[in-house]
């Protein structure tokens, strides 16, 4: 596992000048049997002009594992299913700092790793909140990563799918 501190989340803004809030994220680095990531489209509503591309996860609920977090956040944006045990143990780390909605955030996030055949995604089971600002999904290369103009986070996914596709 790699620990590293990237640039912000959500666009590098952080919030409202004051203390940032703690949060803890499972998130979900979801490859198909060619070797692309499932990215989420999706905004803050604080800057909808500024969209990006996101890994499924998020924040973790008192009391749940950040493995729980990811596997639910995976079945809730995504209809994927998989045991919290399914996804193993953590294969990348960072903490970022972002705003969100006005709010600034301090997020440590664990990523994990599921590859999947040829799944379905379905996203009828997001929140209001998560459906409000995720508009739409794709599956990504390294080499789609490394040639868009398009932002997306984390900033070292390109990387990160190389290794994981060797």
Do not use: C
């Amino acid at each position: 596992m790699t620990q590293h501190r990237s640039p912000a989340e959500h666009g590098g803004q952080s919030g409202s000048g004051g203390q940032s809030v703690p949060r803890r994220a499972g998130r979900v680095l979801v490859l198909d049997e060619t070797g692309r990531v499932l990215l989420l489209h999706g905004y803050d509503p604080a800057r909808p002009d500024e969209p990006y591309w996101l890994t499924v996860g998020g924040g973790a609920k008192p009391g749940e594992s950040l493995a729980q977090a990811a596997a639910r956040e995976l079945a809730e944006e995504v209809g994927l299913l998989a045991p919290p045990e399914a996804l193993g143990e953590p294969v990348w780390h960072e903490v970022v700092e972002f705003g969100f909605d006005g709010t600034a955030y301090r997020q440590e996030q664990d990523f994990f790793l599921l590859r999947v055949a040829a799944p379905v995604v379905r996203t009828d089971g997001m929140d209001d909140e998560e459906a409000a600002v995720i508009d739409g999904y794709r599956w990504w290369s390294a080499a789609d990563l490394e040639s868009t103009p398009e932002t997306f986070y984390p900033a070292e996914l390109p990387r990160l799918l190389r290794e994981f596709n060797r």
